[in-house]
């Protein structure tokens, strides 16, 4: 199994930060890799059980499957059903927390799965953790203005 982690603060306090990224929609409106989403069968996007289809910059498609979400904990988690990554059994979740000196936020996403091939298991995790987590990071500073 493998893992892929990244984290950030963020300069913004936590509601603002959770407004922006709650939305499992929403992810095309602040991730720079990602061009379009959509919920199939049009769902509620918060709704466990709601599966969103991405369209990659590169015109790749993305489905996942919203596992969990929790606007008291500021996280939510999804699964990977169908993707060209290289990657099986993907399970992720993305947590904000407050951090009290200056009113910001750390912001964690991690996730586990099975690289396919096996062999290219740590470029698998620098791809994802790397690429796109800590990608979606720098996004969301940019956007706050950190």
Request: net charge negative; hydrophobic share 35%.
């Amino acid at each position: 199994m493998a893992r892929a982690h990244a984290s950030s603060v963020i300069n913004a306090p936590i509601d603002e930060v959770w407004a922006r990224i709650r939305d499992f929609n929403g992810l095309a409106g602040w991730h720079p890799g990602i061009a379009e989403s959509e919920i199939q069968g049009g769902e509620p996007a918060n709704q466990p059980g709601c599966v969103r289809v991405l369209t990659l910059g590169n015109g790749g498609v993305v489905r996942e499957r919203l596992l969990e979400m929790s606007d008291l904990g500021h996280h939510y988690s999804y699964a990977i059903l169908d993707s060209p990554l290289p990657v099986a059994n993907y399970r992720a979740t993305l947590r904000l927390r407050p951090i009290s000196d200056g009113n910001r936020t750390y912001a964690e996403w991690s996730a586990t799965f099975d690289p396919d091939p096996p062999e290219k298991k740590a470029e698998a995790e620098d791809m994802i953790g790397n690429g796109v987590f800590q990608g979606g990071f720098n996004a969301l500073k940019k956007h706050f203005g950190g």
